[in-house]
């Protein structure tokens, strides 16, 4: 925890901000041969360490005026677009890490065991994603040398917009009955081995859709 | 050529092939002789750093030093291209290309092979590439207009822009050459000194680490020679990355005043006051 | 039907940078309908245009141009030709655009920009149509000698209205052009003769003397419109690009004759309407264009 906050001055990258000794790099800065230099321009900033920390250096920071562009990393969430459907796996273009968006896109995969927590092997990639698609799902690995390796195996992760059959408009939900909707998707997939055939839906917007008139 | 529909005649320059009206600066065994543009041997030309030259990219710099100018943008971190292999750290892919303009003669050399991989071998040490594993930062360089020491005026930019963009790096990068002339040591040459030189050396430095990323000695050097180019080099990349330092602290007291990202954007022109 | 309620809830509860990305249409729309754009303009207005020398010293003639913060760098570097036999009295021009790879994410090296080729031809068939130039004015020795003018113009910052940011870097370059003084030497070629030699030379050797600027008669000028459902925007940038399919561009010259009128393609129908209202904002927009150049000339002049 942040005690104390500091302010001091504009540095950039190279400029020595202390000892190793005395102080530790935080972000935005790198220690080497027992001194803490600044990696990124922009304010330098002294955090106290807590009471209860083992360490008892205070850590020198650097608050980047303009960081680089959003990257994924392990356990960010992203929202990605379904580019591609295959039986096994789907491909996304990844457009925005937490609520920033990317300027250019990152190629995702959902593989078919990260779709959902339970009965993994059930799962029917086609049902669960269509292109175009807008889905909410957490980084889990760099994944290989092609694509992020996503998963939607959580509550709140999953399809959060879809487009129509027809290809035409979008209909996206207010949050809260996104996140219920969710949740009755995930069931909706469940039950739907279990449903007769009459009652299979063309796709998973129309369910959405239904559920949204239902629970108005 | 674009808009001909028959063939381009062939044309040629009017400009003077060789300097046959003016006589050469520097004569072998000459030992009173006088830089072209009067600056004495051990003397830099004026530089002027500006980033947020281009918008479209994560970060730029422009330099113009005497007729030498620079822009450098800075693409990325983003997706590496398909056919690259799984890194655990980052890529650098540098390239650097001339205006069909910048040489006296038009439209020659547009895409520099040789500077692109020399670029990549001065920046690759400086950049914490730990810092965005898998992705590719690109760093594009355009010679607006070659008047000499091209090639550290393009590192020294280049580092400016990665800088800009919000890298991560261990230090900047400053690079200066100093060229061999008969018995004089010539820092900071233009296009005309760089014809007559014997040997050429440049450093890429990196000045609060005091780490030199890249050393290229051509020609005939003496190890006393060497030792003393190697000296005003270094003090020169020193005093290089103070001017770069300034730049980049003033473009940021700048955005923090008005809170907007890019001071850039609202200067007009790229040489603005 | 609630939908359109619910979904603007959303957008409101994401933070604007992530829903101009991911719903770039319907964020665009929305500013439609409180007139603005994104950028904060109002509807009908071009961004501030600026133009300067572009100070290339290996160059005759140099111009630097910025719509927004679309820059182009425009340089003219003259050579010697021999005139085809059926035209043994004219020069000739020639027009490269180029993209290189600083100025855009989309471009790598490599990889050419394909709409560069497209705007090179757009740009040399503007400037041959406008009649802005007098190839005659080229000739230096009739049938034996005349100026291949190239026009090389870089674009060095790509945020939409390349042709017409190009276009006024042509206008500009060929505005500040100062041609070399030539001599015929023994060997029956041109070349220049240096400034500082000028006195050396008999006058009977030069060539084109008292000949340093081009007459220009009458400049063009150009506006792009995007035209989005019953809306007409000037001067869109690289986003707007992307979410507009049609558009026009009207060539204006000097004295307000219209020298060409581009609309390639798009699915949105101009109506004779939209055409002339496309040309009126042009007839404004080349007010200033035309102002800020006379200014820069005239400054050019004083220096």
């Not at chain 2, 479209?56 to 291209?81: D, H, L, M, W």
């Not at chain 3, 008292?210 to 001067?235: A, E, M, Q, V, W």
């Not at chain 3, 986003?239 to 026009?248: A, I, K, P, R, S």
Request: hydrophobic fraction near 40%.
């Amino acid at each position: 925890m942040a005690l104390q906050e500091r302010e001091e001055g504009l540095v950039t990258p190279g400029d020595v901000l202390g000892k190793a000794a005395e102080v530790r790099a935080g972000k935005g800065a790198y220690e080497h041969s027992g001194l803490v230099y600044a990696s990124i321009t922009g304010r330098s900033l002294t955090v106290s360490p807590s009471a209860e920390s083992p360490d008892q250096r205070p850590t020198l920071e650097v608050m980047g005026l303009k960081a680089h562009g959003a990257v994924p990393e392990p356990g960010s969430i992203v929202i990605a677009r379904v580019t591609k459907v295959m039986s096994r796996m789907a491909s996304l273009d990844i457009m925005c890490v937490g609520f920033k968006s990317v300027s250019e896109k990152f190629t995702g995969t959902i593989r078919q065991q990260d779709v959902r927590a339970t009965e993994i092997d059930k799962v029917d990639m086609h049902l669960s994603f269509r292109p175009g698609d807008t889905v909410r799902a957490i980084v889990l690995s760099l994944g290989d040398a092609r694509a992020y390796y996503l998963s939607t195996a959580k509550n709140e992760l999953g399809v959060i917009s879809a487009t129509s059959s027809a290809g035409q408009t979008k209909n996206e939900l207010s949050p809260d009955l996104l996140y219920f909707s969710h949740l009755l998707v995930k069931s909706f997939i469940l039950i739907e081995h279990h449903l007769d055939e009459h009652f299979s839906f063309e796709s998973q917007e129309t369910q959405l859709i239904l559920f949204y008139y239902c629970f108005r | 050529m674009t808009g001909k529909g028959s063939a381009t005649p062939a044309t040629y320059s009017p400009s003077p092939t060789s300097r046959k009206g003016k006589p050469p600066a520097y004569k072998d065994g000459d030992l009173n002789w006088a830089r072209p543009d009067g600056r004495g041997f051990q003397q830099c030309r004026p530089a002027y750093f500006r980033t947020g030259a281009v918008n479209a990219a994560s970060g730029s710099a422009y330099v113009e030093i005497g007729n030498t100018k620079v822009i450098v943008s800075v693409f990325g971190p983003r997706e590496s291209k398909k056919a690259m292999k799984y890194s655990d750290i980052g890529r650098l892919n540098c390239n650097v290309s001339y205006t069909s303009f910048s040489t006296p003669v038009r439209g020659q050399q547009l895409d520099h092979k040789e500077y692109s991989s020399m670029l990549h071998k001065a920046l690759e040490g400086a950049i914490i590439l730990e810092s965005f594993p898998k992705t590719t930062v690109d760093v594009f360089a355009l010679v607006l207009e070659s008047g000499g020491s091209d090639l550290p005026i393009v590192i020294s930019c280049a580092s400016l822009a990665l800088a800009d963009a919000g890298i991560m790096m261990y230090d900047l990068v400053a690079s200066v050459s100093v060229y061999s002339l008969g018995v004089n040591l010539v820092i900071d040459p233009i296009s005309e000194e760089e014809s007559y030189q014997d040997g050429s050396l440049l450093i890429s430095y990196m000045p609060s680490r005091k780490e030199v990323t890249q050393l290229t000695v051509t020609g005939e050097w003496s190890t006393d020679k060497i030792n003393e180019a190697m000296n005003i080099c270094l003090d020169a990349c020193g005093k290089l990355g103070e001017i770069m330092r300034m730049c980049l602290k003033e473009a940021a007291s700048v955005s923090s005043e008005v809170n907007l990202g890019r001071p850039g954007g609202r200067l007009k022109g790229l040489q603005g006051a | 039907m609630g939908l359109p309620n619910e979904s603007g809830d959303l957008l409101s509860k994401m933070d604007s940078d992530a829903s101009r990305r991911l719903f770039p249409l319907r964020f665009y729309e929305s500013h439609l309908s409180i007139s603005t754009r994104p950028d904060g303009r109002p509807l009908k207005s071009a961004r501030e245009a600026f133009v300067g020398p572009g100070d290339v010293a290996s160059a005759d003639g140099s111009a630097m141009t910025k719509i927004g913060s679309t820059t182009m760098l425009a340089a003219i570097k003259m050579e010697i030709m021999t005139p085809s036999a059926d035209k043994p009295d004219e020069g000739s021009i020639a027009v490269e655009f180029y993209m290189p790879p600083i100025c855009s994410p989309l471009v790598r090296p490599g990889r050419p920009a394909e709409i560069a080729p497209v705007i090179s031809k757009q740009l040399y068939d503007t400037i041959m149509s406008s009649g802005m130039i007098d190839l005659k004015e080229l000739s230096l020795i009739s049938g034996k000698a005349a100026w291949m003018v190239y026009l090389d113009i870089y674009c060095l910052d790509a945020d939409g209205a390349l042709f017409d940011a190009a276009l006024y870097s042509a206008a500009a370059a060929f505005s500040f052009l100062q041609i070399p003084v030539v001599s015929l030497s023994e060997e029956g070629r041109l070349t220049i003769i240096p400034e500082e030699g000028n006195g050396n030379k008999s006058d009977k050797d030069v060539v084109n003397k008292g000949k340093r600027k081009l007459t220009i008669s009458s400049l063009p000028f150009s506006l792009t419109c995007g035209l989005h459902k019953n809306y007409i925007l000037p001067d869109p940038t690289s986003e707007e690009e992307t979410l507009m399919e049609t558009f026009v561009t009207v060539v204006l010259n000097s004295s307000g004759h219209l020298v060409s009128l581009y609309k390639p393609g798009g699915p949105v129908l101009a109506q004779t309407s939209t055409i002339q209202d496309c040309i009126a904002l042009t007839r404004q927009r080349m007010t200033d264009l035309q102002k800020s150049l006379d200014e820069a000339i005239t400054e050019m002049k004083v220096d």
